[in-house]
């Protein structure tokens, strides 16, 4: 399949590397297919970004990483409704990802939302963000600096 998009041009996708979230995600109800992309050369270990490219809208891309690079002991509880709606068999079967503000354009103030991570089954492609509840996560933790230590702010 080929999809426009307004970052990366004309891309060609295999079908199974789409990414199908349910009901959307919050604030993009409509939106319910999505592409993962490597930021620059991650294969080689050089990038710890991704973005989340709409198959649908070529303008609409999040920024996102997986919160273990930055926050070590991240660690949440997805609930039996979750893990039943993504078919989710085993925690080995998950990919986890968090979605990154960058304000004013200021990459040294980056937050990743810790607080609703986007959670896919890579074994049937099946995504949704998460709200998780009961957890003194944000969704501000700053990727640099001293709060990127204090996981629990």
Known sequence: MKIKTTRFGEIEVED???????????????????????YGDEENGESPYYFMQSVKTPDLAFLMTVPYV????????????????????????IVLYTLITIPAGDIK???TNLLAPIVINKKNMQAKQVVLSGTSYTTKHRLFGDESAKEDK
């Open 70 to 93: 930055f926050f070590p002991t991240y660690e949440f509880r997805l609930d039996d409704g979750v893990t039943d709606l993504l078919g989710l068999d085993s925690p080995d079967d």
């Open 16 to 38: 199974e590397k789409i990414v199908h979230f349910k009901d959307g995600i919050p604030a993009f109800d409509d939106e319910h297919e999505f592409i993962v992309i490597p």
């Open 109 to 111: 103030a980056m937050t």
